[in-house]
């Protein structure tokens, strides 16, 4: 009897933020799903997994990476399209840049068209009201299951279960996908943008990634363009971390961490004051042994 083969990819979740709006770059081809840019190891000439994704971004989006980290292997037996023969790995990597004109084929997508249920700056959006009672019914009154709503959709919300959130409705069969890993018509829309295969999944992992490293390494600044003024600064880490921040807050915050310094100059941005312009101190990660925002949550 003929085992199941094996086979690697690489696959990457390019994260940006531009017009305060958090967006990751996909891959489109004619009428299949959005897809992050990604490829299979090549176990002849890729020296190192993280080479080799490099190059498939390259390829795939022109675009050269800078910060780079790989976040987690995939590999659960039954959830790729052949997996009745196959047996697939999917090593996936977060990359954060700031956005570049779009290559053909690939566009700069709203985070939010794939997880709406996670933006929750201007407080609770609909669609979360909508999930918890529909997950309210299928939890019944079994409680586990009610313990578990509340600990992923709360209250209080935690930004950083990003991924539970999305496999809590993958398992219920609130997301697209599941019909799909089921070879079965699904009995109602499921929520957000469906994307191929499990990429959905990673994208949910890198988002829940990145706001946990918020609160203690200056990745941030990745994605901001300097000079920049503090509301910019915030403005980013409100997009990431999907919650609104307190402005003074988040400034005594900003300031009294040593994470930035003036440059002495201002810009102008409104009809009020001139605001001043800062950049960021590398520095700061020789002073403390985690430079990061700590938790910049109202």
Partial sequence: MNGRHLAVSLDAVVLAVTDETPRVLVTEDGDSLPALPSGPLDVDHDATLERGLRRYVREQTGLELGYVEQLYTFGDRDRAPDADRMRRLSVGYLALVQETA???????????????WEDHRDGSPEVVDDLRARLASWAGNDRQRRHRITITFGPPWDGIRALERYEL???VGLVDERAHDDHQPASEPG????MRDDHRR????????????????????????????????????????GV??????????????????????????????????????????????????????R
């Fill in 102 to 116: 779009a290559a053909p084929g690939t566009r700069w997508a709203d985070v939010h068209e794939f997880l709406p």
């Fill in 169 to 171: 409705l993958y398992g």
């Fill in 191 to 194: 929520v957000g943008r469906a």
């Fill in 202 to 241: 990673i994208l949910a992992t890198a988002i829940g990634r990145i706001r946990g490293k918020l609160t203690y390494r200056p990745i941030v600044f990745e994605l901001v363009a300097e000079p920049f003024t503090l509301l910019e600064l915030q403005r980013t880490v409100e997009a990431l971390s």
């Fill in 244 to 297: 609104g921040l307190h402005k003074q807050n988040f400034r005594r915050l900003v300031l009294g961490s040593g994470l930035v310094e003036g440059t002495g100059e201002t810009r102008q941005t409104g009809a009020g004051r001139p605001a001043q312009l800062f950049r960021y101190r590398p520095e700061v990660q020789l002073e403390r042994p985690r430079p990061g925002l700590g938790q910049p949550y």
